[in-house]
C-alpha cells in the first residue's frame, strides 16, 4: 500500500488468514511449487483474507454463488460474459498494461476489443472508410512516428470503429455493409496516413445480464465514450494497439473499462458545415516501441 510493496504479507495480516489457507498452503508446499500453485495460493490468501473482513452470512455466500454461476450461464460462443465481468472491474486493462508496458513519449497499447477483423481490404490512401455514408463526416490525418520523433514509413495502419449508433459492421451485418468503417492503410515515407470516415459514437456494454445488473445495483455505468481503434505495425517496432477518444463525450471520465488516458484524449474538432451537414477533423501522431529482442518485429507482443 501507499506505493511501498504489492499489498499485505501473511504476516502483516496474521488474524486475516484462516486456519483452512494455512493448510491449503501446507498441501501445496507438499505437492511442488508451480506458478499455478503461487497464483493459487495468492487467490486463496486474498480471499480468506476478504472473507474475514466482510464475514459474509451463509445466505449473502450464497447469493454470490448464485451471480457467479448465472455469469456462466451467460457465456457462450457468442457473448463472453467472464470477459466483461473482467472488464468492468478494471482487471482486463491492468493486465494488458502489465504486459504490455510503453515509455514516456510513446502512444499507450489497450485493449483491442471483440470487434477486430484481420480480414479487411487494403485502401488507398484518403480513402474513405464510411462505406454506407451514414453520419456526419470526419476526416482522419495522421503520422506515425519512433520514439526520437521519426517518420516509420511503410508502417501497416488498421482502423476500425462504430458508425454514428455506436454500432459495429459485425453486429449488425443486414445492416452495415461488409467492412463498414474498417480500413487497412500504409504511411508514406513522411509517415504520414489520412482517410474519412464518420464521427463515430459512444455506446454502453450489455446492461442484460448479471454483470449489467451489478454494476446497475452498484450505481455504476456501463459506458464508453466515443473512439477509433488503431492497430499499427511496422519492420522493427512493436505492434501498437490502441483507442483515440473522443476528449468532448460526455462519458470520458467513466469508461467502463477503464481505457481511456491522457495521451489518448483527442479533439474531434468541428469544421464549418458544408451543404448543410456538419462536418469534423481529427489530428494524431502514433509513437511506437523498438521492438525488443527475441520478439517478432513486425507483430510486436500482440
Same mark, same amino acid.
Given at each position: 500500500?501507499?506505493g511501498q510493496?504489492d499489498g499485505?504479507t501473511?504476516e502483516?495480516?496474521?488474524g486475516?488468514?484462516?486456519?483452512?489457507?494455512?493448510?491449503?498452503?501446507?498441501?501445496?508446499?507438499?505437492?511442488?511449487?508451480?506458478r499455478?500453485a503461487?497464483a493459487?495460493?495468492?487467490?486463496v490468501?486474498?480471499?480468506?483474507?476478504?472473507?474475514?473482513e466482510l464475514?459474509?452470512?451463509?445466505?449473502?455466500?450464497?447469493?454470490a454463488?448464485?451471480?457467479l454461476t448465472e455469469v456462466?450461464?451467460?457465456a457462450?460462443?457468442?457473448?463472453?460474459?467472464?470477459?466483461?465481468?473482467?472488464?468492468?472491474?478494471?482487471?482486463?486493462?491492468?493486465?494488458?498494461?502489465?504486459?504490455?508496458?510503453?515509455?514516456?513519449?510513446?502512444?499507450p497499447?489497450?485493449?483491442?476489443?471483440?470487434?477486430?477483423r484481420?480480414?479487411?481490404?487494403?485502401?488507398a490512401p484518403?480513402a474513405?472508410?464510411?462505406?454506407?455514408?451514414?453520419?456526419? %463526416?470526419? #476526416?482522419?490525418?495522421g /503520422?506515425?512516428? $519512433?520514439l =526520437?520523433g521519426?517518420? !516509420?514509413?511503410g508502417?501497416?495502419?488498421?482502423v476500425w470503429?462504430?458508425?454514428?449508433?455506436?454500432l459495429?459492421?459485425?453486429q449488425?451485418?443486414?445492416?452495415?455493409?461488409?467492412?463498414?468503417?474498417?480500413?487497412?492503410?500504409?504511411?508514406?515515407?513522411?509517415g504520414?496516413?489520412?482517410?474519412?470516415?464518420?464521427?463515430?459514437?459512444?455506446?454502453?456494454?450489455p446492461?442484460?445480464?448479471?454483470?449489467?445488473?451489478?454494476?446497475?445495483?452498484?450505481?455504476?455505468?456501463?459506458?464508453?465514450?466515443?473512439?477509433?481503434?488503431?492497430?499499427?505495425s511496422?519492420d522493427?517496432?512493436?505492434?501498437?494497439?490502441?483507442?483515440?477518444?473522443?476528449r468532448?463525450?460526455p462519458?470520458?471520465?467513466?469508461?467502463?473499462?477503464?481505457?481511456?488516458?491522457?495521451?489518448?484524449?483527442?479533439?474531434?474538432?468541428?469544421? %464549418?458545415? #458544408?451543404?448543410?451537414? /456538419?462536418?469534423? $477533423?481529427? =489530428?494524431?501522431?502514433? !509513437?511506437l516501441?523498438?521492438a525488443?529482442q527475441?520478439?517478432?518485429?513486425?507483430?510486436g507482443r500482440?
Amino acid at each position: 500500500m501507499h506505493g511501498q510493496h504489492d499489498g499485505p504479507t501473511r504476516e502483516e495480516l496474521p488474524g486475516a488468514i484462516s486456519a483452512q489457507a494455512e493448510e491449503f498452503s501446507r498441501r501445496l508446499t507438499a505437492a511442488g511449487q508451480t506458478r499455478v500453485a503461487a497464483a493459487a495460493q495468492a487467490t486463496v490468501d486474498g480471499l480468506h483474507a476478504l472473507i474475514a473482513e466482510l464475514r459474509p452470512s451463509g445466505e449473502e455466500f450464497r447469493l454470490a454463488i448464485d451471480f457467479l454461476t448465472e455469469v456462466g450461464h451467460y457465456a457462450d460462443a457468442r457473448r463472453q460474459e467472464w470477459v466483461l465481468f473482467a472488464d468492468v472491474l478494471g482487471v482486463s486493462s491492468l493486465i494488458e498494461d502489465l504486459n504490455n508496458p510503453r515509455p514516456a513519449g510513446a502512444t499507450p497499447n489497450t485493449l483491442a476489443g471483440p470487434f477486430y477483423r484481420s480480414d479487411v481490404p487494403d485502401m488507398a490512401p484518403g480513402a474513405n472508410i464510411s462505406r454506407d455514408h451514414k453520419g456526419d %463526416p470526419l #476526416a482522419v490525418e495522421g /503520422r506515425v512516428l $519512433a520514439l =526520437d520523433g521519426s517518420p !516509420v514509413a511503410g508502417a501497416l495502419v488498421e482502423v476500425w470503429q462504430a458508425n454514428a449508433e455506436g454500432l459495429y459492421e459485425n453486429q449488425e451485418p443486414d445492416r452495415q455493409p461488409e467492412f463498414n468503417l474498417r480500413g487497412r492503410f500504409r504511411t508514406d515515407p513522411q509517415g504520414r496516413f489520412h482517410f474519412l470516415t464518420v464521427k463515430p459514437k459512444g455506446y454502453a456494454l450489455p446492461s442484460d445480464g448479471p454483470v449489467g445488473q451489478l454494476m446497475s445495483a452498484l450505481g455504476l455505468g456501463l459506458e464508453r465514450p466515443a473512439h477509433i481503434h488503431f492497430r499499427v505495425s511496422g519492420d522493427g517496432f512493436e505492434t501498437l494497439t490502441t483507442h483515440i477518444f473522443d476528449r468532448s463525450d460526455p462519458a470520458i471520465n467513466r469508461d467502463a473499462i477503464f481505457g481511456v488516458k491522457p495521451e489518448l484524449m483527442a479533439e474531434f474538432r468541428a469544421l %464549418p458545415p #458544408a451543404g448543410g451537414k /456538419r462536418k469534423y $477533423a481529427l =489530428d494524431l501522431n502514433l !509513437v511506437l516501441c523498438p521492438a525488443r529482442q527475441g520478439e517478432n518485429e513486425t507483430s510486436g507482443r500482440r
